[in-house]
T-cell receptor, first 112, second 117 residues
Framework: AQSVAQPEDQVNVAEGNPLTVKCTYS??????LFWYVQYPNRGLQFLLKYITGDNLVKGSYGFEAEFNKSQTSFHLKKPSALVSDSALYFCAVRDWSDKIIFGKGTRLHILP | NAGVTQTPKFQVLKTGQSMTLQCAQD?????MSWYRQDPGMGLRLIHYSVGAGITDQGEVPNGYNVSRSTTEDFPLRLLSAAPSQTSVYFCASSSGTLRYYSGNTIYFGEGSWLTVV
């Protein structure tokens, strides 16, 4: 069965600094990988996805993610953090079984 | 576009009561699913469906029933509510299934806050 791990419950970054939110996965076959963001009392919003092709994927709001097959990782990155990036971030994986499994989420705090 | 619509947004139930959380999407998506979100647990898959008439269990299916009689609707039923089912529930949908293309974006509803007392 597929699984997703987000090893950090919370990440604190100063505004203007680069940020990384970590995600590792386990899946049979080729993975379809996603990042979503959740603001308070709202549903999840799509940020970006990896299906195939370039290992560096660019998404919404200046976010990007790097797919690393050998390390089974899909870390979310942004070169310069904004206070408005503070939110809960979820990594997800979908495989041949059509199940979409989410990680436990990482709370990102951007400090002014 | 309405997208994914969930009702009700808030509900308080007594232990043992039954209720149905409604989910509808207007994007003609084949794939629909229900998740629950609990503090420290992230999102956990309850049930999912890859098309009308087809449903399957997710990670935490016990205590919940689903059906998919139409492409648009995917209701989640709690037959006998328990305090452990107090949670925020999210419905999600996506176009494409394994047979075609599984990499499509998942769209979420705004959530249903359920409290069982």
């Amino acid at each position: 069965a597929q699984s997703v791990a987000q090893p950090e419950d919370q990440v604190n970054v100063a505004e203007g600094n680069p940020l990384t939110v970590k995600c590792t996965y386990s899946v049979s076959g080729n993975p379809y990988l996603f990042w979503y963001v959740q603001y308070p009392n709202r549903g999840l919003q799509f940020l970006l996805k990896y299906i195939t092709g370039d290992n560096l994927v660019k998404g919404s709001y200046g976010f990007e993610a790097e797919f690393n097959k050998s390390q089974t990782s899909f870390h979310l990155k942004k070169p310069s953090a904004l206070v408005s990036d503070s939110a809960l971030y979820f990594c997800a994986v979908r495989d041949w079984s059509d199940k979409i499994i989410f990680g436990k989420g990482t709370r990102l705090h951007i400090l002014p | 576009n309405a997208g994914v619509t969930q009702t009700p947004k808030f509900q308080v139930l007594k232990t043992g009561q039954s209720m149905t959380l409604q989910c509808a999407q207007d994007m003609n998506h084949e794939y629909m699913s229900w998740y629950r979100q609990d503090p420290g647990m992230g999102l956990r898959l309850i049930h999912y469906s890859v098309g009308a008439g087809i449903t399957d269990q997710g990670e935490v299916p016990n205590g919940y029933n689903v059906s998919r009689s139409t492409t648009e609707d995917f209701p989640l039923r709690l037959l006998s509510a328990a305090p452990s089912q107090t949670s925020v529930y999210f419905c999600a949908s996506s176009s494409g299934t394994l047979r075609y293309y599984s990499g499509n974006t998942i769209y979420f509803g705004e959530g249903s806050w359920l409290t069982v007392v």
